[in-house]
């Protein structure tokens, strides 16, 4: 398994003063705001990829 992906910004006050919070995995704490929050990935969308190559003409 990788290693866990770090937040770059507070999604509150976007400030870059994170640390994981002892809750658990997924879990940070921003020093700056005093909140803390946590990351959750869902999963795949059934859609899929899309690519944009039109060129936004519609044609």
Known sequence: ????AA???CPYCGDE???PHETGHGA???RACNRAF???YLGLLSRGVRSDTGGGDGI
């Open 1 to 4: 398994m990788s290693e866990r």
């Open 7 to 9: 937040p770059f910004y």
């Open 17 to 19: 003063d994170l640390f």
């Open 28 to 30: 940070w704490e921003c």
């Open 38 to 40: 946590q990351l959750k």
